[in-house]
C-alpha cells in the first residue's frame, strides 16, 4: 500500500491543530524543520512535534532540512517522532547518525537531493529503513517537480528490489494530480504531499482521493 505523508509547511498555521485534524486518514504527517543555513527558508522546532502528540495519531517524520543534524536529531526523537530523515550532503558520519537515530527507537530516513548520486548511500542502504528522494530543490513548497530525478527513482527502485532490501523509497517535491501515480509507478511507497492536500477546499477529501488514486493505479502522468 502506498502511504501519504503531508506536509504541514502549507497548512494554516494559525490554526494548525484544526488543519492536522482534517488529515487523520493519512498515514504519516510530515514536519519540514529548516534552520535558515542549509535551506533558505526558517520552520519548525521541535515543540511542534512535541505539541502535535496531543492533536493526532498520525506518527510524525521529521525532515531535518539543517546544518547541523547530530545536535538536532535527540530533540526531534524525544518531542515524540517516529522517524527522523537526515540528508547525506550536510552528514560527514552518516553511519554514526543513523545508528544514533535508531539508538532513539526512532526510523531512520537518509534524504537526497535532486544532484546527489545514488552511489552515495552505497555503503549504508541496508541500515536505512527508507530514502528520501526530493524531486525538487529543498527549501520551499509549491515548486514544479523535476522530472529528470524520476530516473533517480526509477533505479532506487531496481536496487532496492535486487537486493531485497526492507526500505521504503519516499518521494517529496512538487507532487500533483497528473504526476503522483506515475511516480508510484517508478517505484515510490511513500508521497509528501504539501500543496496538493492543503490548497484543496477540503484537505481530508483529498487525502483519500489520493491514496485511493495511488492504490488503484488512477490515470496519471508516466515518465
Given at each position: 500500500?502506498?502511504?501519504?505523508?503531508?506536509?504541514?509547511?502549507?497548512?494554516?498555521?494559525?490554526?494548525?491543530?484544526?488543519?492536522?485534524?482534517?488529515?487523520?486518514?493519512?498515514?504519516?504527517?510530515?514536519?519540514?524543520?529548516?534552520?535558515?543555513?542549509?535551506?533558505?527558508?526558517?520552520?519548525?522546532?521541535?515543540?511542534?512535534?512535541?505539541?502535535?502528540q496531543h492533536a493526532?495519531?498520525?506518527?510524525?517524520?521529521?525532515?531535518?532540512?539543517?546544518?547541523?543534524?547530530?545536535?538536532?536529531?535527540?530533540?526531534?526523537?524525544?518531542?515524540?517522532?517516529?522517524?527522523?530523515?537526515?540528508?547525506?550532503?550536510?552528514?560527514?558520519?552518516?553511519?554514526?547518525?543513523?545508528?544514533?537515530?535508531?539508538?532513539?527507537?526512532?526510523?531512520?530516513?537518509?534524504?537526497?537531493?535532486p544532484a546527489t548520486?545514488?552511489?552515495?548511500?552505497?555503503?549504508?542502504?541496508?541500515?536505512?529503513?527508507?530514502?528520501?528522494?526530493?524531486?525538487?530543490?529543498?527549501?520551499?513548497?509549491?515548486?514544479?517537480?523535476?522530472?529528470?530525478?524520476?530516473?533517480?527513482?526509477?533505479?532506487?527502485?531496481?536496487?532496492?528490489?535486487?537486493?531485497?532490501?526492507?526500505?521504503?523509497?519516499?518521494?517529496?517535491?512538487?507532487?500533483?494530480?497528473?504526476?503522483?501515480?506515475?511516480?508510484?509507478?517508478?517505484?515510490?511507497?511513500?508521497?509528501?504531499?504539501?500543496?496538493?492536500?492543503?490548497?484543496?477546499?477540503?484537505?481530508?477529501?483529498?487525502?483519500?482521493?489520493?491514496?485511493?488514486?495511488?492504490?488503484?493505479?488512477?490515470?496519471?502522468?508516466?515518465?
Amino acid at each position: 500500500m502506498v502511504e501519504i505523508a503531508p506536509s504541514i509547511l502549507n497548512a494554516n498555521l494559525l490554526q494548525l491543530g484544526l488543519e492536522i485534524e482534517k488529515i487523520q486518514q493519512a498515514d504519516w504527517l510530515h514536519f519540514d524543520v529548516m534552520d535558515g543555513h542549509f535551506v533558505p527558508n526558517l520552520t519548525f522546532g521541535p515543540m511542534f512535534v512535541a505539541a502535535m502528540q496531543h492533536a493526532t495519531r498520525l506518527p510524525i517524520e521529521a525532515h531535518l532540512m539543517v546544518d547541523n543534524p547530530d545536535f538536532l536529531i535527540p530533540l526531534y526523537a524525544e518531542a515524540g517522532s517516529k522517524r527522523i530523515i537526515i540528508h547525506q550532503e550536510n552528514s560527514v558520519h552518516l553511519h554514526r547518525l543513523v545508528q544514533r537515530i535508531k539508538e532513539y527507537g526512532c526510523e531512520a530516513g537518509v534524504a537526497l537531493n535532486p544532484a546527489t548520486p545514488l552511489s552515495t548511500l552505497e555503503c549504508i542502504l541496508p541500515d536505512l529503513n527508507l530514502v528520501l528522494l526530493m524531486t525538487v530543490n529543498p527549501g520551499f513548497g509549491g515548486q514544479k517537480l523535476l522530472p529528470g530525478v524520476v530516473t533517480k527513482i526509477k533505479e532506487l527502485r531496481q536496487i532496492v528490489n535486487k537486493q531485497q532490501i526492507q526500505c521504503k523509497i519516499e518521494v517529496d517535491g512538487g507532487v500533483n494530480w497528473e504526476n503522483a501515480t506515475g511516480l508510484v509507478k517508478a517505484g515510490a511507497d511513500v508521497i509528501v504531499a504539501g500543496t496538493l492536500i492543503y490548497k484543496d477546499p477540503d484537505p481530508g477529501k483529498a487525502v483519500i482521493r489520493l491514496k485511493t488514486m495511488l492504490n488503484e493505479g488512477g490515470n496519471s502522468t508516466d515518465f
